[in-house]
């Protein structure tokens, strides 16, 4: 596939920035146009690239981190435009560990496109839609202030799951599974082969209160049945609501997918065990 519009978001905090985009310069054929944000153009002094909105381009490279790509991936996501990541100094779990590869592969067309699930949630106060969002990674409801716990109240389909006092409740997609959601004891599902969702509980003040996953058929909620001094809802750690006491939010399966561009060759599951050291043997022989 040829692309004559090529979008680059980054993270200016990383200073390899500026190398990462003198490859993509030399890589990327003449014909194609460079679209870059006015602080990008400025911090490389490179003058292929042109100042314009990465939502009309054909593709999007993300330089950074996950949070980078998570961001690019919000700014296009009614576009669905195929997004590139490229591993600056992180972890990196939905980027490219490799830059020459990654920038080799896109212009050779050597690549993979994957449809990733999102997550589509809408806050409801007092009977009004006050918000409609959408997430690749997760939505986290928590209480913001130390030691704040909420009372939430699920429910699957119509159905009571149940109330519980926690820290919050994380709702991820299979993408956000080895995320937050990981941290906080849920199980990990393969963005490839699994369309569902992990409902998490932070840290719930019982023993009986646990991750579940539910199908991307179902419709879930959460609801605000007692809340601390202030809580929010959080979308993929980058945006968030204030919420208060009897307010809902109602979770689906989005219509919108990200299309996450990766190297042929990706295997998810030889990610879990390089990135998270999944299933290594702890003690010495």
């Known amino acids: 596939?040829?692309?004559?519009?090529?979008?680059?978001?980054?993270?200016?905090?990383?200073?390899?920035?500026?190398?990462?985009?003198?490859?993509?310069?030399?890589?990327?054929?003449?014909?194609?146009?460079?679209?870059?944000?006015?602080?990008?153009?400025k911090?490389?002094?490179?003058?292929?690239?042109?100042?314009?909105?990465?939502?009309?381009?054909?593709?999007?490279?993300?330089?950074?981190?996950?949070?980078?790509?998570?961001?690019?991936?919000?700014?296009?996501?009614?576009?669905?435009?195929?997004?590139?990541?490229?591993k600056i100094r992180s972890l990196g779990f939905l980027t490219e560990d490799d830059p020459d590869r990654a920038i080799d592969s896109l212009i050779k067309g050597d690549y993979v496109v994957q449809k990733r699930l999102r997550l589509e949630g809408s806050l409801i106060s007092n009977g009004e839609r006050l918000q409609s969002?959408?997430?690749?990674?997760?939505?986290?409801?928590?209480?913001?202030?130390?030691?704040?716990?909420l009372r939430v109240r699920t429910r699957i389909d119509g159905a009571l799951l149940g109330d519980y006092l926690s820290d919050g409740v994380i709702i991820s997609t299979p993408t956000g599974s080895t995320a937050y959601s990981l941290a906080a004891g849920g199980p990990i599902l393969n963005p490839?082969?699994?369309?569902?969702?992990?409902?998490t509980p932070l840290c719930p003040h019982s023993l009986s209160v646990r991750p579940?996953?539910?199908?991307?058929?179902e419709s879930f909620s959460v609801e605000i049945i007692e809340d601390g001094e202030r809580s929010l809802v959080?979308?993929?750690?980058?945006?968030?609501?204030?919420?208060?006491?009897?307010?809902?939010?109602?979770?689906?399966?989005?219509?919108?997918?990200?299309?996450?561009?990766?190297?042929k060759g990706y295997d998810f599951y030889d990610l879990v065990r390089k990135k998270l050291r999944w299933g290594g043997v702890l003690r010495e022989r």
């Open 43 to 86: 911090f490389t002094g490179n003058a292929r690239l042109r100042e314009g909105e990465i939502q009309e381009c054909n593709v999007v490279i993300s330089l950074g981190g996950d949070g980078t790509l998570l961001a690019a991936a919000r700014a296009v996501e009614k576009q669905e435009i195929p997004i590139l990541g490229i």
């Open 234 to 263: 959080t979308i993929d750690g980058q945006k968030d609501y204030p919420i208060k006491e009897k307010d809902n939010i109602e979770f689906k399966k989005s219509k919108i997918y990200t299309n996450l561009i990766v190297t």
């Open 133 to 149: 969002f959408t997430a690749l990674n997760d939505v986290v409801v928590h209480a913001s202030g130390v030691s704040r716990v």
């Open 212 to 217: 579940i996953v539910v199908s991307s058929g």
């Open 192 to 199: 490839i082969t699994v369309e569902g969702f992990v409902i």
């Open 1 to 41: 596939m040829e692309f004559d519009k090529i979008g680059i978001v980054a993270n200016l905090k990383k200073p390899e920035i500026r190398e990462v985009v003198e490859k993509i310069v030399e890589a990327v054929p003449r014909d194609s146009t460079l679209i870059a944000e006015e602080e990008l153009i």
